[in-house]
């Protein structure tokens, strides 16, 4: 249950591996040859791209740190089901920062592959947790209708900006395909404001009941 100590400590695991994860992702640049800190051009022509590639990462990790959190969280309960559910979001955190390294250091169209695969697979398993608990009651209220619809468009707009950058990395260029998932940052701010509208759409306007008094009013009509 939320209150049991076994709780705390699934959630403190979950979180630590998202701090390993996040941790390890400097270790990714790593060019401190003397060459590559002789000037700024130099270092930025030896650490540019895998500096860009921790701030992407750096990003992406935080935010399914910050999601995966408040979901779990929430729940009223973790059963086993959920716990080898969310391990294996985990298995998917702790190989962003292999697959970022990759991305940083070679300028070829099978690291962005990778690195989209990664962080769609991991993306779509939380969704898969959250779709999952609510279905056996494990977050409190079931979902509406609505909030269902919402949730499962949102699950999939990220995997399919990144699993279409495949082809990009392939057919134009790697950084032509990294350049696709800078969309997201337009995308979800919409799918956000489209949400908020269909919502206010949704709810009936209910003006304010005028209060009555029910009961008769008597005057005291003089004798």
């Known amino acids: 249950m939320r209150d049991d100590l076994e709780f705390a400590r699934a959630v403190t695991f979950f ?62 309960a973790l059963d086993s089901r959920v716990l080898l559910l969310n391990c294996m979001v985990m298995f998917g955190v702790v190989l962003i920062p292999f697959a970022t390294e990759a991305l940083g250091k070679l300028d070829l169209p099978l690291p962005v592959a990778v690195y989209a695969v990664v962080i769609s697979g991991t993306y779509l398993m939380q969704r898969v947790v959250v779709l999952d608990a609510d279905r056996r009651g494990l977050n409190g209220d079931r979902m509406t209708r609505h909030e269902m619809t919402w949730t499962i468009v949102n699950g999939a707009v990220l995997p399919l900006i990144f699993l279409a950058s495949i082809p990009v990395a392939y057919l134009v260029s790697p950084g032509a395909a990294q350049r696709c998932w800078i969309s997201l940052a337009v995308i979800f701010p919409v799918l956000g404001y489209l949400q908020r509208a269909q919502e206010r759409r949704s709810t009936p306007d209910t003006p304010a009941a005028t209060e009555q008094d029910d009961t008769p009013s008597t005057s005291k009509d003089a004798p």
């Not at 040859?33 to 030896?46: M, V």
């Not at 650490?47 to 990790?61: E, R, W, Y």
């Open 15 to 76: 979180d630590a591996i998202f701090a390993f994860s996040v941790t390890l992702l400097i270790t990714t640049v790593d060019d401190f040859s003397p060459a590559a800190w002789s000037s700024l051009a130099a270092l930025k022509e030896a650490n540019g791209p895998g500096l860009l590639a921790f701030a992407i990462s750096f990003v992406v990790v935080v935010s399914f740190w910050r999601a995966n959190h408040q979901e779990v969280t929430g729940f009223t």
